[in-house]
């Protein structure tokens, strides 16, 4: 089966500038999860959906950050303006269910690495 | 919120030792623990979970234990071999009890020199 799309894997943009990654998850995921990983930390979460509901948003920077997930499927993450510290790799995540139950691991994308100049 | 704090953050063995990873975490409510690889240039794939209900989970030449009085969970790998060279990061969530999303570590650079 086909995995978790991501475009555009590679992209460089000066600071104050704006740039949106796209995702598409497993087809029949109904969680999708974005996530921020900085050069040699962990996956830090962003945001997670439930089908087309925010489930949580907690760690998002809400002044330049903006994720949706229209019809439940695709999902698109944006960043406006950026900022030096933004440079990192978005992770896009789908699972068919949710942490912890038989369907609920996590299927990752290739990422999309971005570069704030 | 949840915090997963991951030691060493760089592993060299010799093929054929076995290599420990430790995490512990700060939430007594988290009941699901999974590990992920991430090989140089590529997306973190899971390689073994367990659950708050067992001490420990084993896979081949992996396993998982788990104290959940001291909350600290460890990876361990026998039989290293070249190919087991990665990025492991652990995590943590309150898995069937809600809809939390993991917590990862920070990571272990695992190096197997042949």
């Known amino acids: 089966e086909a995995g978790v799309a991501q475009s555009p894997r590679y992209k460089i943009i000066e600071k104050r500038q704006s740039v949106a990654f796209w995702c598409n998850p497993i087809s029949g995921h109904a969680t999708l999860y974005w996530y921020q990983q900085i050069l040699g930390q962990g996956p830090k979460l962003l945001i997670q959906?439930?089908?087309?509901?925010?489930?949580?948003d907690s760690q998002l920077p809400k002044d330049r950050f903006s994720a949706e997930r229209l019809k439940g499927v695709d999902s698109t993450l944006k960043i406006q303006p950026a900022k030096l510290e933004d440079s990192a790799v978005y992770l896009c995540a789908s699972s068919l269910g949710t942490p912890g139950l038989n369907t609920g691991e996590l299927f990752f994308g290739e990422g999309s690495r971005l570069t704030v100049l | 919120g949840e915090n997963v704090e991951q030691h060493p953050s760089t592993l060299s063995v010799q093929e054929g030792d076995s290599a420990v990873i430790k995490c512990t975490y700060s939430d007594s409510a988290s009941n699901y623990f999974p590990w992920y690889k991430q090989e140089l240039g590529k997306r973190p794939q899971l390689i073994i979970d367990?659950?708050?209900?067992?001490g420990e989970k084993k896979d081949q030449r992996i396993a998982v234990t788990l104290n959940k009085t001291a909350k600290h969970f460890s990876l361990h790998i026998t039989e290293t071999q070249p190919e087991d060279s990665a990025v492991y990061f652990c995590a943590a969530s309150q898995g069937d009890t809600g809809r939390r999303a993991l917590t990862f570590g920070s990571g272990t650079r695992l190096q197997v020199q042949p």
């Open positions: 367990i659950r708050s209900n067992v």
């Open positions: 959906f439930q089908n087309n509901g925010v489930v949580d």
